[in-house]
């Protein structure tokens, strides 16, 4: 029983770390986006406009990609980082 309880425990532990990496990976995409976007000379309310509809974009692909416990996990990290998004318009 108790290789089995580390087991388990090793998985959700690949899974965090998976969810990590992920996390890091879409915060850079939308550093990245954001700053050529800055570099084409687009203003900042069209900036989160575009990074807003990328991150809807992701969110539905996570939907039609994933199932289960994954797609809710998935879809909950966009839904971070649209609101990461929205943060400097909410703020002013």
Do not use: C, Y
């Amino acid at each position: 029983m108790e290789n089995l309880q580390s087991a388990i425990n090793a998985l959700l532990k690949l899974l965090t770390q998976l969810g990590l990496a992920l996390a890091a990976i879409l915060t850079g995409l939308e550093l990245w986006l954001r700053d050529e976007l800055r570099q084409m000379g687009v203003p900042a309310a069209a900036q989160t406009l575009i990074l807003l509809a990328v991150a809807v974009v992701l969110i539905l692909g996570s939907l039609r990609l994933f199932g289960g416990l994954i797609r809710v996990a998935a879809v909950l990290i966009l839904m971070l980082i649209a609101i990461h998004i929205l943060l400097p318009v909410i703020q002013g």
